[in-house]
């Protein structure tokens, strides 16, 4: 069975960091790209990076850009997601997703881990 | 890039259908066939149920269809139930640098 598991959330200062991470079972990690998408409170889905198999190509939204970085160990069948310079924007419930091997969709999400940034 | 376009809610009675709609661009929705639903109960993660315009995971009842024309994409549902009642966003693949880009969600009520 296919399980994504995010931890990593908590309350954090605005332009503090924090480090997300996503523990994957059940498919060969090393073969899937993988995504985290957020959700602010209240609001609607918003992607927030991508990172290939390999993790030799990362994409960044623009909101985050410079700000996020995106990484995986195929190692320990793991995805991270490093923010800095945290905004009270960037509150949100943050999933892990896979990518389909063939298509463009996400096919298995996690269950979130909520972001706090506020003082 | 702005998100898709997407009504912010819809209603129906039950064994009714619906049709949600998402607009974009030539860029995105228009250019590729890389559009794709997800259903979202309250406190819950997204689930797929229509991707590449209009296939459906296995599991996902055939209730659910989706159809593309120009810029616009639709979900279809159909024989509406009360378990249906939830958020739908759309996502498509881009060609700007994000790669891909949601719609702002539509809040479906089963009356």
């Known amino acids: 069975e296919v399980q994504l598991v995010e931890s990593g959330g908590g309350l954090v200062q605005p332009g503090g960091s924090l480090r997300l991470s996503c523990a994957a079972s059940?498919?060969?990690?090393?073969?899937?790209?993988m995504k985290w998408v957020r959700q602010a409170p209240g609001k609607g889905l918003e992607w927030v990076s991508y990172?290939?198999?390999?993790?030799?190509?990362?994409y960044y939204a623009d909101s985050v850009k410079g700000r996020f970085t995106i990484s995986r160990d195929n190692a320990k069948n793991s995805l991270y997601l490093q923010m800095s310079s945290l905004r009270a924007e960037d509150t949100a419930v943050y999933y892990c997703?896979?990518?389909?091997?063939?298509?463009?969709?996400?096919?298995?999400w996690g269950r979130g881990t909520l972001v706090t940034v506020s003082s | 890039q702005s998100a898709l376009t997407q009504p912010a809610s819809v209603s129906g009675s039950p064994g009714q259908s619906i049709t949600i709609s998402c607009t974009g661009t030539?860029?995105?929705?228009?250019?590729?066939?890389?559009v794709s639903w997800y259903q979202q109960h309250p406190g819950k993660a997204p689930q797929v149920i229509i991707y590449?315009?209009?296939d459906r995971p296995s599991g996902i009842s055939d209730r659910f269809s989706g159809s593309k024309s120009g810029n616009t994409a639709s979900l279809t549902i159909s024989g509406l139930q009360a378990e249906d009642e939830a958020d739908y966003y759309c996502?498509?693949?881009?060609?700007?640098?994000?790669?891909?880009?949601f719609g702002g969600g539509t809040k479906l009520t089963v009356l």
């Open positions: 990172i290939t198999s390999s993790g030799s190509n990362m």
């Open positions: 996502t498509s693949y881009t060609s700007s640098g994000t790669l891909a880009i």
């Open positions: 590449d315009v209009s």
């Open positions: 997703a896979r990518k389909d091997s063939s298509g463009w969709h996400l096919d298995y």
């Open positions: 059940g498919f060969t990690f090393s073969s899937y790209s």
């Open positions: 030539t860029t995105d929705v228009g250019g590729y066939n890389y």
